[in-house]
């Protein structure tokens, strides 16, 4: 399990069924036992799958679980992606927390492989960024890569990137650059944010080790690798959509970095039925 999943599960529990499940404490006897399966109800690409089984055994570990496809698999509309036995109240408690799981983290994994899609071939990137649900970070970046895309850094504290409000506040890019250079340790990258063709000559002669071209055009983005000439990494970011990404695949363009994959990304439809239980 990633980093503070089992806490994730906990906490969700205790949100959805702290006070318990009254409805199926009223409708079905403690023995009353049920078989079913979680399907999905458009194509997609499965993340979540293990984490959704977790929620079923904290919920009860007699529930018995059995997992028809893995993370990262593109599963057809109508395709089973795990089937379920066991107390028919522990199933229906744990239903909506782990199909929340599942759902959410498909819908990022199914987007990125979208976007994977639309690059391939070209040798470009596309990653994701830190515009994630406060708390899920792990698992969000884990179902980009599910979906064939690639993790930004995790944290603040993995590589150095000055963006427009560290050098407003510093007074200039080179001043960010060399403090940056100073204190950072000799192994972090140094990445500058660029809006324009000035800034990105700031950057230059700043000794950026890259170079984040933020919000250009197509066009701009051609004038931009010209000066700097392969003279720092480029990272292109900012009004990146599905439909105009393949158009910022540029030769020189070594990164592509979309915040929807983690902010936008629609939950992905699949659902829990149940068949008629036995008492």
């Known amino acids: 399990m990633l980093p503070r999943t089992e806490h994730l599960i906990d906490l969700a529990l205790e949100e959805d069924a702290g006070l318990g499940d009254l409805t199926s404490r009223a409708v079905f006897p403690e023995r009353h036992a049920s078989r079913g399966h979680i399907e999905a109800s458009q194509d997609l690409v499965l993340c979540g ?4 089984a977790h929620v079923f055994a904290r919920v009860d570990p007699a529930i018995q679980v059995r997992l028809l496809a893995r993370d990262g698999d593109r599963v057809s509309t109508g395709k089973r992606v795990m089937t379920l036995a066991g107390p028919t109240r522990s199933i229906l408690t744990a239903e909506r927390t782990a199909l929340n799981f599942i759902q959410r983290l498909s819908g990022i994994a199914t987007l990125s492989r979208r976007f994977a899609d639309a690059v391939k071939g070209t040798g470009v990137r596309v990653v994701d960024t830190r515009k994630t649900t406060p708390g899920f970070r792990a698992l969000e970046k884990y179902a980009v890569r599910c979906g064939g895309c690639f993790n930004h850094r995790s944290s603040l504290g993995e590589h150095v990137l000055i963006k427009d409000n560290h050098i407003a506040a510093s007074g200039s890019v080179g001043r960010a ?49 010209a000066l700097i000439h392969g003279k720092a990494l480029v990272e292109v970011s900012g009004g990146v959509r599905l439909d105009t990404v393949r158009g910022y695949a540029i030769p020189g363009v070594g990164v592509i970095s ?22």
Not at 49 to 52: I, T
Not at 183 to 207: D, F, N, Q, S, W
Not at 258 to 279: E, K
Request: charged share 20%.
């Open 258 to 279: 979309i915040g929807a994959l983690t902010h936008s990304a629609p939950a992905a439809d699949l659902s829990l039925t149940l068949l008629p239980g036995r008492r």
């Open 177 to 225: 650059v060399r403090l940056a250079r100073h204190a950072a340790p000799h192994i972090a990258r140094i990445e500058v944010e660029a809006k324009t063709m000035a800034e990105v000559g700031a950057a230059l002669r700043a000794g950026a080790d890259a170079i984040l071209l933020d919000n250009m055009s197509p066009a701009q983005v051609r004038a931009a690798l």
């Open 49 to 52: 799958a293990e984490v959704a």
